[in-house]
């Protein structure tokens, strides 16, 4: 690589953190050709910010690339990785979309409007190994984990398909456990927050996570201001240990010992995940449990209704999920219950489980 593009990228990566590395880390297929090519450096740059600037999805959409390397790109590192299959719109705007990775493993993102905000919900491994029992990603077992660029490349699909709208949110709340796949998420978030990629600030960028406490305190480490969500589910480790397997590896005042460390470290507000389970998790014992477990003034506990999975769980009524907000609220603990949304569409949080979809009452665009 040349001095001055080392330089300038230096200069960059001294603001925004995206070292050459990185970009190089990102795009290997195409920095390989390049290399064999013996193209100059600046080239991975403008490949770079055509896939996550400008969206191509072909080399040939990318100008600023001469025709013949556009060529040699598309035949040997082609610009898109994953197959686009089918999309489908529930009644309340949300979308859905299934993937096909090169591989042929089927993933799903969804994208949630809602009050002038895009939303994009992305997935950061096939299937899931952590068997939530209310979860049907949990169901399917785990496959593989996504590399970098087919985590960040759903956002770039469904930012190409919203246009001229602009996507403003990204939460890591998709398919698998994140910090299980902890080196390529935060590499395809680093290109979602990176201005000369992707350009989302990152306390617009959500990661939740099932509760690895060690990677939870190694996300707090990490420089960017990615915003982090703990899917609690009970305040009780019996409970817990019942509905996430992950609990008996680690108790609940180790998990909380590790939120402890990230507020302490982000001066961040964090988030508890929280859905309610008829009979479970939804009696008043829960609410004063949890305004103990949650004493901090910047956590905050996110109700989320259950959305239906062939579980045997069944969704608290709304009713009672507005009772257990108001509680909550009583006992001081700040909380929001959040809607269940694109639920005709199987595009809610814990549906998302990419089989085969045909026959479902959701309207395909193509
Ligand atoms: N694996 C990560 C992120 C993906 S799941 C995690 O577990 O945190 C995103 C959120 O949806 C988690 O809080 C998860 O517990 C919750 N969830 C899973 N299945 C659900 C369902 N059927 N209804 C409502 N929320 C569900
Ligand atoms: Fe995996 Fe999250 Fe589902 Fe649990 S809730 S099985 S961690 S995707």
């Known amino acids: 690589m040349t001095e001055a593009y080392c330089a300038r990228r230096r200069d960059r990566t001294a603001r925004y953190n995206l070292s050459i590395m990185d970009a190089t880390q990102f795009l290997p297929e195409v920095q390989k050709v390049l290399d064999r090519d013996g193209e100059p450096a600046y080239r991975l740059e403008q490949a770079y910010s055509a896939l996550t600037g400008s969206l191509v999805r072909d080399w040939e959409e990318a100008t600023s690339l001469p025709r013949s390397l556009r060529e040699t790109l598309n035949e040997e590192a082609p610009a898109a990785v994953l197959d686009l299959r089918r999309t489908w719109r529930a009644s309340d705007g949300t979308r859905k979309y299934l993937f096909y990775t090169h591989d042929a493993h089927a993933i799903e993102t969804v994208m949630i409007p809602e009050k002038g905000r895009h939303t994009v919900c992305i997935s950061t491994q096939v299937g899931c ?116 397997p992950i609990a008996a590896r680690h108790t609940i005042p180790e998990l909380m010992e590790a939120a402890r460390y990230y507020v302490t470290q982000t001066r961040r507000k964090l988030f508890f995940e929280y859905t309610l ?86 309207v395909p665009t193509i």
Not at 225 to 238: G, K, N, V
Not at 350 to 359: I, N, T
Request: proline content about 5%; some cysteine; aromatic content about 6%.
């Open 129 to 244: 190994p952590m068997a939530c029992k209310f979860c049907a990603t949990g169901l399917l077992g785990i496959k593989r984990n996504l590399k970098a660029r087919e985590i960040a490349e759903q956002v770039f699909v469904v930012a190409r398909d919203i246009a001229p709208e602009r996507v403003s949110n990204v939460v890591v709340m998709g398919m698998g456990e994140p910090m299980l796949n902890y080196k390529a998420t935060l590499a395809a978030l680093k290109v979602l927050n990176d201005p000369d990629g992707f350009g989302l600030a990152a306390r617009h960028i959500a990661v939740s996570t099932s509760g690895l406490v060690d990677k939870i305190r190694r996300f707090a480490d990490e420089p960017q201001q990615f915003h982090l969500a703990i899917s609690l589910h009970t305040p009780f480790e019996d409970e817990r240990q019942e509905i996430m």
């Open 277 to 362: 389970l008829a009979g479970v998790n939804d009696q008043p014992r829960h609410v004063e449990a949890l305004a103990e477990l949650l004493d901090h003034p910047l956590y905050h506990l996110n109700l989320l209704r259950f959305n239906w999975t062939d579980t045997g769980f069944s969704a608290t009524s709304k009713h009672d999920a507005r009772e257990f907000l108001l509680y909550a609220r009583e006992l001081d603990l700040s909380a929001t219950l959040r809607p269940s949304r694109g639920q005709d569409i199987d595009a809610a949080c814990g549906q998302l489980a990419a089989k085969d979809l045909r026959g479902r009452p959701a």
